[in-house]
């Protein structure tokens, strides 16, 4: 029996699961889980990076004491945001998150000042969102950022974590794609684009690929845990595509759908897809398993469910999500209005789309959460005709990876919406995805068909058609 860390972080919080393979399939055990805050700080908003780092050091001394042998460990994270790190290896500031707002207005001044909007997504082919890396960095640099004036390597957050492991500066592929400094055509960081904000390649580590061993934990590390020289493998760094690795699909006929705080919804291309179409659509091409790309649409997801359930009294969150069918509320929002990326309430921020756009208030809690559910399947309907239209592949199913497949009445309605069925599971994809790169990585496996056998034998699926 082979045992794998797998630590999967996401936006608001983060786990560490043990992933036992047998030769034929994959058990997954919890071992930690631990929340992420956001800390607001000096004006602005920031990740703890430390308290991160003290949580694996705690989940690594975990498995020494139940006495397991691990064969390798990864991190997967969300994508974006990165750190600071001095001549000396050492952190030089708190991590920014990307729901800061001082990239409001950041695409504008960009294309203002640097290059123009349609060469920046033909070098990257990247869905523009203000905090892409390419514009948190733009900003801090015009608002004199001193971290990074000294900084001697920037790196993407599980680079980050994987260098304070390790001591290896790398920059791997999948989360750097999301970037928007990445260029699929070179398959490296563009110089030109780097250069627009004063930086330069040596600034970030080696490219890597996914299932690349990047070393071995430091001695400090090993004497902190009481664990060995494990090595630390790069899996799909980026958590979407350790998530799209653990699609349990026979063939190309269909999408997924990565749902959590975020809704990722696309489809596998074996190349990028960079055109007037996918511009004017403004989608994504950012880097998969296998030389693949992830052609998808970034939708914010379960973010604005999370934040209302905060101002809603305290429930059991399964029969919050059944009050969608005790309401008949038929009013809609889009998900992806701006107003709702980081409004002081969001309940509020849903009213004022809903007058806005004078449809009838929720007047109810099940209001309110049949709006959100109903407001997603609609801007899945929205997205996968779009995927129809402009990508060769023949859309018969999406399937659903990520917790957001537990919810059994948003399943029911993106079914319903789209008149597919929906497959959900795993709903552990990003961690299962991320031990099963470490699985290959260790030999066991050598393509991401035989990974995603493995998940068949190991899960159990849900499906859901339209009724």
Same mark, same amino acid.
């Given at each position: 029996?082979?045992?794998? $860390?797998?630590?999967?972080?996401?936006?608001?919080?983060?786990?560490?699961?043990? +992933?036992?393979?047998?030769?034929?399939?994959?058990?997954?055990?919890?071992?930690?889980?631990?929340?992420?805050?956001?800390?607001?700080?000096?004006?602005?908003?920031?990740?703890?990076?430390?308290?991160?780092?003290?949580?694996?050091?705690?989940?690594? /001394?975990?498995?020494?004491?139940?006495?397991?042998?691990?064969?390798?460990?990864?991190?997967?994270?969300?994508?974006?945001?990165?750190?600071?790190?001095?001549?000396?290896?050492?952190?030089?500031?708190?991590?920014?998150?990307?729901?800061?707002?001082?990239?409001?207005?950041?695409?504008?001044?960009?294309? +203002?000042?640097? $290059?123009?909007?349609?060469? *920046?997504?033909?070098?990257?082919?990247?869905?523009?969102?203000?905090?892409? %890396?390419?514009?948190?960095?733009?900003?801090?640099?015009?608002?004199?950022?001193?971290?990074?004036? +000294?900084?001697?390597?920037?790196?993407?957050?599980?680079?980050?974590?994987?260098?304070?492991?390790?001591?290896?500066?790398?920059?791997?592929?999948? *989360?750097?794609?999301?970037?928007?400094?990445?260029?699929?055509?070179?398959?490296?960081?563009?110089?030109?684009?780097?250069?627009?904000?004063? $930086?330069?390649?040596?600034?970030?580590?080696? $490219?890597?690929?996914?299932?690349?061993?990047?070393?071995?934990?430091?001695?400090?590390?090993?004497?902190?845990?009481?664990?060995?020289?494990?090595?630390?493998?790069?899996?799909?760094?980026?958590?979407? +595509?350790?998530?799209?690795?653990?699609?349990?699909?026979?063939?190309?006929?269909?999408?997924?759908?990565?749902?959590?705080?975020?809704?990722?919804?696309?489809?596998?291309?074996?190349?990028?897809?960079?055109?007037?179409?996918?511009?004017?659509?403004?989608?994504?091409?950012?880097?998969?398993?296998?030389?693949?790309?992830?052609?998808?649409?970034?939708?914010?997801?379960?973010?604005?469910?999370?934040?209302?359930?905060?101002?809603?009294? /305290?429930?059991?969150?399964?029969?919050?999500?059944?009050?969608?069918?005790?309401?008949?509320?038929?009013?809609?929002?889009?998900?992806?209005?701006?107003?709702?990326?980081?409004?002081?309430?969001?309940?509020?921020?849903?009213?004022?789309?809903?007058?806005?756009?004078?449809?009838?208030?929720?007047?109810?809690?099940?209001?309110?959460?049949?709006?959100?559910?109903?407001?997603?399947?609609?801007?899945?309907?929205?997205?996968?005709?779009?995927?129809?239209?402009?990508?060769?592949?023949?859309?018969?199913?999406?399937?659903?990876?990520?917790?957001? %497949?537990?919810?059994?009445?948003?399943?029911?309605?993106?079914?319903?919406?789209?008149?597919?069925?929906?497959?959900?599971?795993?709903?552990?994809?990003?961690?299962?995805?991320?031990?099963?790169?470490? *699985?290959?990585?260790?030999?066991? *496996?050598?393509?991401?068909?035989?990974?995603? %056998?493995?998940?068949?034998? %190991?899960?159990?699926?849900?499906?859901?058609?339209?009724?």
């Amino acid at each position: 029996m082979a045992h794998f $860390l797998a630590v999967d972080l996401g936006a608001t919080s983060g786990r560490t699961v043990v +992933a036992s393979y047998d030769g034929q399939s994959v058990t997954m055990r919890e071992l930690t889980r631990f929340e992420n805050p956001q800390l607001p700080l000096g004006g602005h908003i920031f990740w703890d990076i430390a308290h991160l780092y003290n949580e694996i050091i705690k989940a690594l /001394r975990l498995t020494h004491s139940e006495g397991l042998e691990l064969t390798s460990i990864g991190i997967d994270t969300w994508g974006c945001d990165f750190a600071f790190f001095g001549a000396d290896g050492q952190l030089l500031s708190l991590p920014y998150c990307y729901r800061d707002s001082h990239t409001d207005g950041a695409l504008e001044q960009y294309f +203002a000042d640097r $290059l123009p909007k349609r060469e *920046v997504y033909d070098r990257t082919g990247i869905q523009f969102m203000p905090f892409n %890396s390419l514009f948190q960095l733009d900003t801090l640099k015009r608002n004199h950022c001193t971290a990074l004036e +000294a900084a001697s390597k920037i790196l993407f957050m599980p680079d980050a974590l994987i260098y304070m492991l390790t001591g290896e500066a790398v920059c791997e592929f999948t *989360v750097a794609s999301t970037s928007q400094m990445l260029n699929p055509k070179t398959g490296d960081l563009d110089e030109k684009l780097l250069a627009s904000i004063g $930086l330069t390649r040596n600034h970030f580590g080696r $490219l890597v690929q996914p299932g690349e061993r990047v070393g071995v934990l430091t001695p400090q590390v090993q004497q902190a845990t009481g664990l060995g020289a494990v090595p630390v493998v790069a899996v799909g760094s980026h958590d979407t +595509a350790s998530a799209v690795a653990a699609v349990p699909a026979d063939d190309d006929r269909f999408a997924y759908l990565s749902c959590g705080t975020w809704s990722l919804l696309g489809v596998e291309s074996p190349v990028p897809i960079i055109n007037d179409d996918s511009f004017n659509e403004n989608f994504t091409n950012e880097g998969g398993l296998d030389g693949t790309t992830r052609f998808l649409k970034n939708i914010t997801g379960l973010w604005i469910y999370e934040q209302c359930r905060k101002e809603w009294p /305290r429930m059991d969150v399964n029969e919050m999500n059944a009050l969608a069918t005790t309401s008949s509320c038929q009013s809609l929002i889009n998900p992806d209005d701006p107003r709702f990326a980081h409004p002081a309430s969001m309940t509020a921020a849903i009213r004022e789309f809903l007058t806005e756009t004078a449809q009838p208030l929720p007047q109810t809690t099940a209001d309110y959460v049949r709006v959100i559910f109903r407001s997603l399947a609609a801007r899945y309907h929205e997205i996968i005709n779009i995927l129809k239209r402009i990508t060769p592949v023949d859309i018969q199913r999406l399937h659903v990876i990520g917790g957001g %497949s537990r919810n059994q009445f948003l399943m029911q309605f993106a079914a319903d919406a789209l008149q597919m069925p929906v497959i959900a599971g795993p709903q552990e994809g990003t961690a299962l995805g991320n031990a099963l790169v470490q *699985v290959r990585t260790a030999g066991f *496996v050598t393509t991401l068909k035989e990974m995603r %056998s493995i998940i068949k034998k %190991s899960i159990e699926l849900k499906t859901y058609l339209p009724q």
